[in-house]
């Protein structure tokens, strides 16, 4: 008869739960499903769980002590069906798609940003030498040599030329008078930067500063399973629903429904307490080898703030120093691109429009024959567009930072309320959550009232009741906390030991 009860198809039990509730106008205890179905009990207890956490149901606790399964929101799987289907291919489709993508960008931004900003480093030397040439070749044949530095061919850029060359002498004197301690300290400071790089390599620092350095809680879902596995082994296999919420930072309804899959995964079972409080208790996770003490302390994992970029500050001010000059010049060549029309003996000779023509006859002399769209195009349109991304991709990145942010400080400060709660249901005020908050960085939200609203929104999930003073009473986290204390006053540790070996495969 046994064999017969627990020999069954899993996903047929299932199927006719999901029948009988709907039947049942999605509400049923499970002697419902027994009676609609004529499932064996065991069979409905056993599946029950997994029913519960695929379609999101709500438990509730009738006057008789009954739990009764309920499915506010409608029979919708969150597993099955084309819906939840697709969802899990796109994201497949989007994660390896950002990996292929983000493996070949790294490489070209920096190409375009660095291989830009020395092409037009390179493009100004040679006008500053050929303005050299040419002023000096001017000052040979004209005795008003001032004239000509200030007028005649591409001798416009002759101040440039001075500037540069104060630039030199500046810093060769200022080289030439430096201590011994100066220039050790500064060899120190090189020496470090290189090791810096060697650990840190340029296109990723770039990366960093475009598209920052990937999520610093990736991987969460395991780490919160460990915290809740770690509650309920050093407290009898007993949690609560507000336990469970101090560790996730859940809201009410949210935590309903994520432990439901968490009664699936690790074979717990609500149970009602004499004056209708429901705790759960997962028995089978209590028996481990390990005796290693795990009680719950100062181990309530938090989610981390996200940075914007792990370089030094100093490293991005130069990328935007460097992409800021591709911007200058992009925008430049596209101008002359659009306004300079005729160049040489007829047209351009000399001032703002100088540079453009003499990059418009480096490039005849390459073998253009009418340079005017590739300089327009390629030293103009593409750099231009690719400084706006390469400056608009962070600014938008850092407002979504921001309030990404925003969200986890929240959800860590409610980690915070909610412990408060189920350490002091019987009185806690806002003040208290925002003084405890503001011990770490982390659980600081931007939001004026974010405590108070917290505390209002566990009062209307808790039976909540605010004083004069502004303190919140929990009368349902009282009654359900002191339940489940007196459950686990019950259990004996010797009730998980694991006894002698009765058999050994290698004997």
């Known amino acids: 008869m046994d064999s017969k009860v627990t020999d069954y198809n899993a996903e047929l039990v299932r199927d006719k739960l999901v029948n009988a509730f709907k039947m049942r106008k999605r509400e049923a205890t499970p002697a419902d499903l027994v009676a609609v179905t004529g499932l064996p009990k065991p069979q409905v207890d056993a599946e029950l769980p997994a029913v519960a956490d695929e379609y999101g149901a709500r438990l509730r606790v009738t006057e008789s002590g009954e739990i009764l399964y309920s499915f506010p929101d409608g029979m919708k799987s969150r597993y099955h069906g084309f819906g939840p289907g697709f969802r899990r291919f796109w994201k497949s489709f989007k994660r390896i798609a950002a990996k292929v993508s983000k493996a070949a960008f790294k490489v070209w931004i920096m190409v375009t940003l660095i291989g830009y900003f020395l092409l037009f480093v390179a493009l100004t030397l040679l006008a500053l030498c050929a303005s050299v040439v040419v002023s000096v070749g001017g000052s040979n044949s004209n005795d008003s040599r001032s004239s000509d530095r200030h007028g005649g061919g591409i001798g416009g850029l002759w101040l440039a030329s001075n500037l540069v060359d104060t630039f030199v002498r500046i810093w060769f004197y200022s080289e030439l008078f430096k201590s011994p301690e100066e220039r050790y300290y500064e060899n120190e400071a090189r020496f470090e930067r290189r090791q810096e790089r060697k650990k840190r390599p340029i296109y990723t620092a770039i990366f960093s500063f475009v598209f920052g350095d990937g999520d610093p809680n990736a991987g969460w879902d395991e780490v919160e399973k460990r915290a809740v596995v770690a509650f309920l082994q050093s407290n009898k296999g007993i949690m609560t629903l507000y336990e469970f919420m101090a560790i996730t930072g859940l809201r009410p309804v949210d935590a309903e429904k994520k432990i439901n899959s968490y009664l699936v995964e690790f074979e717990g079972e609500p149970e009602v307490s004499d004056d209708g409080a429901i705790y759960y208790r997962f028995k089978n996770i209590m028996r481990r080898s390990d005796k290693t003490d795990r009680t719950f302390g100062g181990t309530v994992p938090v989610r981390r703030p996200e940075v914007f970029s792990a370089n030094p500050a100093k490293m991005n001010h130069w990328f935007i120093g460097l992409?800021?000059?591709?911007?200058?010049?992009?925008?430049?060549?596209?101008?002359?691109?659009?306004?300079?029309t005729t160049v040489g003996a007829a047209g351009?000779?000399?001032?703002?429009?100088?540079?453009?023509?003499?990059?418009?006859?480096l490039f005849q002399y390459l073998g253009l024959a009418a340079p005017g769209p590739f300089l327009g195009l390629a030293l103009g349109?593409?750099?231009?567009?690719?400084?706006?991304?390469?400056?608009?991709?962070?600014?938008?990145?850092?407002?979504?930072l921001k309030?990404?942010?925003?969200?986890?400080?929240?959800?860590n400060m409610r980690r915070i309320a909610y412990r408060a709660a189920v350490q002091n249901p019987a009185g806690i005020s806002k003040s208290e959550v925002q003084s405890?908050?503001?011990?770490?960085?982390?659980?600081?939200?931007?939001?004026?009232g974010a405590a108070d609203g917290i505390l209002l929104e566990?009062?209307?999930?808790?039976?909540g009741e605010a004083s004069p003073e502004g303190a919140y009473r929990f009368s349902l986290i009282q009654r359900t906390e002191a339940a489940a204390a007196r459950e686990r006053l019950a259990i004996k540790d010797s009730d998980f030991d694991l006894g002698g070996?009765?058999?050994?495969?290698?004997?």
């Open 348 to 361: 351009v000779k000399s001032g703002f429009d100088a540079f453009y023509a003499f990059t418009y006859v």
């Open 436 to 448: 405890l908050a503001e011990a770490n960085d982390a659980s600081k939200p931007e939001k004026e």
């Open 381 to 400: 349109a593409f750099p231009l567009v690719f400084s706006v991304f390469f400056f608009g991709i962070p600014f938008i990145r850092s407002r979504q």
């Open 501 to 507: 070996t009765v058999f050994d495969s290698r004997s």
């Open 458 to 463: 566990l009062a209307g999930a808790a039976e």
């Open 403 to 411: 309030a990404k942010n925003e969200d986890t400080k929240l959800e």
């Open 323 to 340: 992409n800021a000059v591709n911007l200058l010049f992009g925008s430049y060549f596209l101008y002359g691109s659009l306004t300079v």
